[in-house]
């Protein structure tokens, strides 16, 4: 009996989708069909969303509209500053998201509405708010004045001009739209899928995306970031990285950013956050964090891979850890930048999901005791 059980919900199809198509020992990844690879190197954040909100590449003139549409809502009231200022400073960035959009939610016009309409509305609002709600809560946290928005610049640009308050260059802005873009959807992950299990109860999609958020939150997730971030900071030096993980693996830890649920092969996210780590250390003419990188892989490979067989490589969460360090983005906010692309893919599955809904439930194959006799409490 217990054999039925399928731990984590291994290999269980739980959902048909047009979202995205993953060929995990392939290493293969689409979105509405199209490889990430094209998608990475030639859309936008903004055309990304599109996409994944009406299953199509938008025209010239349709992507023109939306942009200016999603640019309006960039802004956050004084209110929702309010409440950032008023969370304790010691919490997570992922904790202050999940706070400003329970807050949205009440000052939504359409919060009730689950139409398709209403939903892309509030997803609209809702992807537009999350960085200027991150990096306000960021800078809220350091005592600094708060940077309103920029509309002119593009998703990636102007999350780091608020985080920083200057224009970044154009590689920096370039790295962290391919952030975005990389982060925007994946299938029943497990944050999808708990947005999916929330809107299957036709709750609203302000709530699914606090499910949304707080399955993100985790280090087996989103979380897995910033312990690569750490694990970077502790080896320091690309001469280190060796005996690091050696010890690690001795001491039976798990190597955060590396391995997955799905991919038994390079993560073709991970091959492309590489990429763009190198084009930063070329920009900043600073090899240290790439170099520790690769360095580490290099170790995992030949010692999980090339002698115990083992499919584990490169996931997602890797490589974003020197890309962070290049572009001076401080730990705690790795899991929440996650957030800030993965919204586009909670806000699409959310759509699929009204579309075509039924109750998620699934069942448990209970293992505990059948007729116990009731003690009266006194006699305990
Ligand atoms: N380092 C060392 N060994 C690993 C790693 C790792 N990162 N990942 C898996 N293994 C080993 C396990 O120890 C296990 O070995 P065993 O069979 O000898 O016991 C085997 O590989 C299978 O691992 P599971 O944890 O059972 O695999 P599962 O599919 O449940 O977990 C997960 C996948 C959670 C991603 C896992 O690989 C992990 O914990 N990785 C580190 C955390 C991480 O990077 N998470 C981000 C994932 S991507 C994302 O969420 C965006």
Redesign the pocket.
């Known amino acids: 009996m217990a054999d039925e059980v399928k731990r ?1 919900l ?1 290999g269980v199809v739980a959902a048909t989708t047009k979202l995205s198509f993953i060929d995990g020992a392939a290493g293969i990844l689409e979105y509405c069909g199209y490889n990430i690879t094209d998608i990475a190197r030639f859309a936008t954040f903004e055309e990304v969303m599109y996409l994944l909100w009406y299953g199509r590449l938008p025209t010239q003139k349709e992507l023109r509209a939306f942009s200016q549409k999603i640019r309006r809502e960039r802004t956050i009231d004084s209110s929702v500053i309010r409440i950032l200022q008023t969370c304790a400073k010691h919490i997570d960035a992922m904790d202050a998201l999940r706070t400003a959009v329970s807050y949205l939610a009440q000052c939504d016009p359409d919060l009730s509405n689950n139409s398709a309409e209403a939903n892309i509305r509030k997803g609209i609002r809702l992807a537009a708010k999350f960085p200027t709600i991150v990096a306000a809560f960021y800078r809220v946290k350091q005592g600094k004045k708060v940077i309103a928005p920029m509309l002119n610049l593009s998703s990636g640009a102007n999350f780091l001009y608020m985080l920083r308050g200057t224009i970044p260059n154009e590689v920096e802005a370039n790295a962290m739209e391919t952030d975005f873009i990389l982060t925007a959807e ?1 299938e029943l ?2 944050s999808t899928f708990t947005t999916r299990v929330t809107v299957s109860t036709l709750s609203d999609l302000h709530s699914a995306i606090c499910s949304g958020i707080s399955t993100l939150k985790g ?4 979380g ?1 970031r910033a312990e690569v971030y750490k694990m970077l900071d502790k080896i320091q030096k690309p001469e280190r990285a060796e005996a690091f993980i050696q010890r690690a ?1 001795k001491q039976g830890q ?8 799905v991919y038994k092969t390079y993560d073709p996210r991970a091959i492309l956050f590489k990429e763009t780590a190198l084009a930063l250390a070329n920009f900043k003419k600073d090899k240290k964090w790439y170099m520790i990188a690769t360095k580490v892989e290099d170790v ?1 490979i030949k010692e ?1 891979v090339e002698k115990l067989g ?1 499919p ?1 490589y490169p ?3 890797f490589y974003t850890g020197p890309v962070y360090k290049y572009l001076d983005i401080p730990s705690e906010l790795t899991t929440a930048i996650f957030a800030l692309g993965r919204i586009a893919g909670w806000v699409a599955h959310a759509l699929e999901q009204y579309a075509d809904n039924r109750l998620i439930r699934p069942n448990a194959l209970y293992i505990g005791p059948h007729n116990l006799k009731y003690v009266p409490l006194e006699q305990r």
């Open positions: 984590g291994e994946h992950n497990a280090p087996l997730h989103g897995a693996l798990k190597i955060m950013g590396f391995g997955h649920r995992v999980l083992k584990i996931n997602v969460d």
